[in-house]
């Protein structure tokens, strides 16, 4: 068997060798290394695949979110109410502008945004709601996209972990009004270093979008307001080009992978399984467990000395991170978010994940429950 890969970055390179070699050959060969035909020829297919959505490549999914949250309005003294349990960059992007977090429980079985508690959270300073996708599973987003037109507010889809993944029949990061995209390497649809892309269906957003990412100007040198400079370089885009028609059938193997595992380790002691929701088709960016009992960091040491990575996505829930002590969260306020980031493990994903390969995890895994269930005995 060979050596398990959290993420198996050196498969896909290989298997896409040929067309890798020679987009990469077409751009050096041009002299077009920003903006340029690459670029556009890339965020063309993209919107393509997202039904004809406006797109837009931007440095990285952080920036993606600085920019929505610039083009919504978002500003000095608003609030942006998301998720307490995700990366931090869902947070720091509207903090840089001056706003304020509100942090929501998420639901313990998707780990997702819990609607029933977003409408407790918004005041009359609220400017956006920012449903996260997490782990690649689609946020139940029709109880807050009603909620968000009832009130006036924007909704920013953090949809960097959920390429391809899609709610009710739909494609995560085209349901509210701009979504936000991550081709960080590790990612369902990776980039080769840094890469990032806004989507949006409305023609005014995506001329805000573009504005505010080239320095806040529509042509060169007439500036109308203070944006940013974000850009998908021509490299990054001509390798996502060569990537993008395979993403499907990478979620396919993603899917079928996370049924695997599924099958072998059902009915664990100890161990709850990601939960599919009935309204999503989950990409699986990520396969986490849930492990019981305070023995997360116990199972990750034994599957490390068995070779096996893992990772826990987040050790930290965002309220009790020491940059937002500010905002007076105590422990136990957001107590899901809280007990997730005390039992989450993340296991090896990735389209290239053999049978062999998630036996052997399973079974690691099941040697374990069945030796802590023998001592709690």
Known sequence: MTPIQMVDLHAQVAALRPDLDAAIAEVLDSGAFVRG???????????????????????????????????????PGDEVVM??????????????????????????RTFNLDPAQVEAALTERTKAIVPVHLFGQAADVDPILALAEARGL???????????????????GLLGDVGCLSFYPSKNLGAYG??????????????????????????????????????LDALQAAILSVKLPHLDAWTAARRAAADRYDERLAGLDGITLPHRAPYADHAFHQYT?????????????????????????????????????????????????????REVLSLPMHPALTDEQIGYVAE??????????ATAA
């Open 364 to 373: 690691r895994i099941a040697a374990f429950a069945e030796t802590h269930a």
């Open 83 to 108: 998720p307490a349990f995700t990366f931090v960059a869902t947070a720091e992007a509207a903090a840089l502008l001056g706003a304020t977090p509100v942090f929501v429980d998420v639901d313990p």
């Open 37 to 75: 035909p690459f670029v556009k020829r890339f965020v063309d297919a993209l919107g393509a695949y997202y039904g004809g959505a406006h797109a837009l490549g931007v440095g990285n999914g952080t920036d993606a979110l600085q920019i929505a949250y610039m083009a919504v309005g978002v500003g």
């Open 154 to 172: 924007a909704v920013v889809e953090d949809a960097a972990q959920s390429v391809g993944a899609r709610y009710k029949g739909r494609l995560t």
């Open 194 to 231: 840094d890469g990032g892309a806004l989507l949006t269906p409305d023609d005014a957003t995506a001329a805000a979008l573009r504005r505010i990412a080239n320095h806040g100007a529509e042509r060169k040198y007439y500036h109308t307001e203070v944006g940013v400079n974000s850009r």
């Open 289 to 341: 467990i849930r492990v019981h009992g305070g023995r997360r960091d116990a199972l990750a040491a034994h599957l490390k000395a068995a070779g096996i990575p893992t990772m826990i996505y987040y050790p930290v829930p965002l309220h009790r991170l020491p940059v937002f002590a500010g905002l007076g969260y105590a422990e136990g306020s957001l107590p899901e978010s809280e007990r997730a980031s």
